[in-house]
């Protein structure tokens, strides 16, 4: 399928809560760097009346549309708020009559990044997805930025990105725009590989050593093209040995953006969201964009 992601560029949902404010805010400044104008997209439910049985409303009715005004008015303050001294993107503003998130799938299709904030909180204290981050990150037609509300601490912009890397078409594609990403912010790249997706247990015949090596092998020629088309991304390699997951999220601490592919080694067709693109799209604190692959 065709796409023109110059139609919608980077496709904000916005809903008018905190996590939304900072989803603009990541998304004008990612608009910025790529020079790509910002679509702020609001979804209004249809109302469903009694009678007669499952009738909707055609139109809008007035208390939702000044609603939907007042999210689009304080989705543009958020937007206002976000800029430096850096110019200001084009900025474009949708309201739908639908469900929100058929509707972003569908313009997925003509953007170049969907920008969503994550919600709620778990038992345990861990950042949870809502419905709407994950459905796109399940079905969406181009990479998903789920941002964390930081409750106004500000991103270290002198941190690296990192970048997963398991040798699969869609960490190939995670690895293209991670190393986009780090040039245009003019950081570092950390690229992590883990050479088992289980932990390490001593098994009779089973030469580690050789599995370390293959990994080594593999980060080695993933990395070679893109490090010469970016000559001015510094590279640190990262090879463990097991649980992609956790050791991604280990370099995040120290790093301004999360990158991975939506399916890994370990997926099959069909299977969109991976086990570590969904592990760490729920609990990194930092933006991550899950990419498909091309």
Known sequence: MSRDATRYGILVGVDGSKQSDAAVAWATREAILHQLPVTLMHGVAPIVVGWPVGQLYTEMPEWQK???HAVIERA???LRDSLGGSGSPDVRAEVVYSNIVPALIEASNDAWMTVVGSQGMGALGRT???SVSSALLHHAQCPVAVIHSDDGVVADTTAPVVVGIDGSPASEAATALAFDEASRRGVALVALHA???VGVFPVLGMDWR???NQGEEVLAERLAGWQEQYPDVQVRRSLVCDKPAHWLLEEAQHAQLLVVGSR?????PGMLLGSVGSAVAHSAKIPVIVVRPS
């Open 66 to 68: 000044d609603e939907s």
């Open 76 to 78: 543009h303050q958020a």
């Open 128 to 130: 949870l997805l809502g």
């Open 195 to 197: 050479w088992s997706d």
């Open 210 to 212: 050789d599995r370390e």
């Open 264 to 268: 890994g080694r370990g997926g099959f």
